[in-house]
Nanobody, 124 residues
Framework: QVQLVESGGGLVQAGGSLRLSCAASGRAFSEYAMGWFRQAPGKEREFVAAISWSGRDTYYADSVKGRFTISRDNVKNTVYLQMNSLKPEDTAVYSC?????????????????WGQGTQVTVSS
């Protein structure tokens, strides 16, 4: 089990950029696949992006492909989500998640540990 703490959210104008960070506790971070999810008011939580334990494999939701980039630093025990060309519909609480696995990441994989989330608001 890992504890996850997100940061980097805020208010940004449409077309702008933000970088979210998710810091993980524990010594086995490099053995975990990591994911980002988001939940907008009145909507269900949706998958955004995932990255494998090594960082070599990534997977994105169609809605963010080409605009968002997930990456990780296994020395700093941190996963990032670089968000560019933000749109008002990207407004949501963004949460990171972890799963101790070496399987290929997909958009429907199950994650076990979750952070509390950070608010991202994109104004038009």
């Amino acid at each position: 089990q890992v504890q996850l703490v997100e940061s980097g959210g805020g208010l940004v104008q449409a077309g702008g950029s933000l970088r979210l960070s998710c810091a993980a506790s524990g010594r086995a971070f490099s053995e975990y696949a990591m994911g980002w999810f988001r939940q907008a008011p009145g909507k269900e939580r949706e998958f955004v992006a995932a990255i494998s334990w090594s960082g070599r494999d990534t997977y994105y939701a169609d809605s963010v492909k080409g605009r968002f980039t997930i990456s990780r630093d296994n020395v700093k025990n941190t996963v990032y989500l670089q968000m560019n060309s933000l749109k008002p519909e990207d407004t949501a609480v963004y949460s990171c998640a972890a799963r101790r696995t070496t399987i290929q990441v997909t958009g429907d994989m199950i994650f076990d540990d979750w952070g509390q989330g950070t608010q991202v608001t994109v104004s038009s």
